[in-house]
């Protein structure tokens, strides 16, 4: 695992990719930390941090398009199956070498609320725990991307999803305020989401029985639920897209929040979706 994390880490810095990533990261932290905290003179450093959450958008699918779609196009990937280690080891050597390029740019980070003490009361305690909150999110972000990559062969349609994920966890808080509350409408959401589900079930382990098992148990569900007890759907879209908010725990630390269980919450769907990656790789290896 060693050797692979040392590669795709030495990757990230023979060619631009790593450089561009870290350039933007610094750039868009100091010019919001210069609006916020020098033009309009918040002390809070969290302010700069939680502003710079579009860089995500931007950037974290052109950092995980090509780690492991590039090497699907190019039948690289035969060299993962027939490698002297796991599957395993492989896939969290290449996810450890691209938290490892953002770690380097938040460890820089971590100096910024140090230099702006020296201008104001800042405190620490907030901007640091904001910094981490950060970072996890970012670790999950990349995990998505890295799941998105394992999928396809094609770097382009591996970033264009990826942003389309992130755009949507981006703009769940504003949608979750226009969706309707009757559990009409909740059931045909939920039946979509479920249907989504099991897209990802059969690219995941290419079986229409298993996809279409769970597209059936889910829906079945659903439907039951309808008619038996209908008004425990009512107010459940808010509840299951809030769930999935990102963002959401994240904008709480800015306002001195501190929430143990979001840091819990990032590190188990960032467990999640390398799992998820794990197994794709498994599946095409006994292909």
């Given at each position: 695992m060693l050797a692979i994390y040392k590669k795709e880490l030495r990757g990230y810095f023979t060619s631009f990719l790593g450089y561009l990533f870290l350039s933007f990261l610094l750039i868009f932290v100091g010019i919001y930390q210069y609006v916020y905290n020098f033009r309009m003179e918040y002390?809070?450093?969290?302010?700069?941090?939680?502003?710079?959450?579009?860089?995500?958008?931007?950037?974290?699918?052109?950092?995980?398009?090509?780690?492991?779609?590039?090497?699907?196009?190019?039948?690289?990937?035969?060299?993962?199956?027939?490698?002297?280690?796991?599957?395993?080891?492989?896939?969290?050597?290449?996810?450890?070498?691209?938290?490892?390029?953002?770690?380097?740019?938040?460890?820089?980070?971590?100096?910024?609320?140090?230099?702006?003490?020296?201008?104001?009361?800042?405190?620490?305690?907030?901007?640091?725990?904001?910094?981490?909150?950060f970072f996890l999110l970012g670790c999950t972000y990349m995990a998505i991307g890295m799941f998105i990559s394992s999928i396809t062969e094609s770097q382009v349609f591996a970033a264009v999803m990826t942003f389309v994920v992130i755009l949507f966890t981006w703009l769940i808080d504003l949608v979750i305020e226009m969706l309707p509350t009757d559990h009409l409408t909740a059931y045909f959401v939920l039946l979509g989401c479920a249907a989504v589900i099991a897209v990802v079930l059969y690219l995941l382990m290419k079986s229409v029985l298993v996809s279409g098992l769970a597209l059936l148990l889910g829906g079945g569900a659903l439907t039951a639920l309808l008619f038996a007890e209908p008004e425990l759907l009512d107010g459940s879209l808010e509840r299951v897209f809030g769930?999935?908010?990102?963002?959401?725990?994240?904008?709480?630390?800015?306002?001195?929040?501190?929430?143990?269980?979001?840091?819990?919450?990032?590190?188990?769907?960032?467990?999640?979706?390398?799992?998820?990656?794990?197994?794709?790789?498994?599946?095409?290896?006994?292909?």
């Open positions: 002390a809070n450093f969290a302010y700069a941090v939680s502003g710079i959450s579009t860089f995500f958008l931007l950037l974290v699918p052109m950092l995980t398009m090509r780690v492991l779609a590039e090497e699907k196009r190019q039948k690289t990937d035969q060299l993962i199956f027939t490698a002297p280690v796991s599957v395993t080891r492989v896939i969290l050597g290449k996810y450890l070498a691209l938290i490892s390029v953002f770690a380097v740019g938040m460890l820089i980070v971590c100096v910024y609320p140090l230099v702006l003490r020296n201008y104001g009361d800042t405190n620490l305690s907030i901007a640091y725990s904001t910094i981490l909150a769930w999935i908010s990102l963002l959401a725990r994240f904008e709480n630390f800015k306002y001195g929040i501190f929430e143990g269980s979001a840091y819990f919450y990032y590190l188990t769907l960032t467990f999640l979706f390398v799992f998820l990656t794990i197994q794709a790789i498994k599946k095409r290896r006994w292909e």
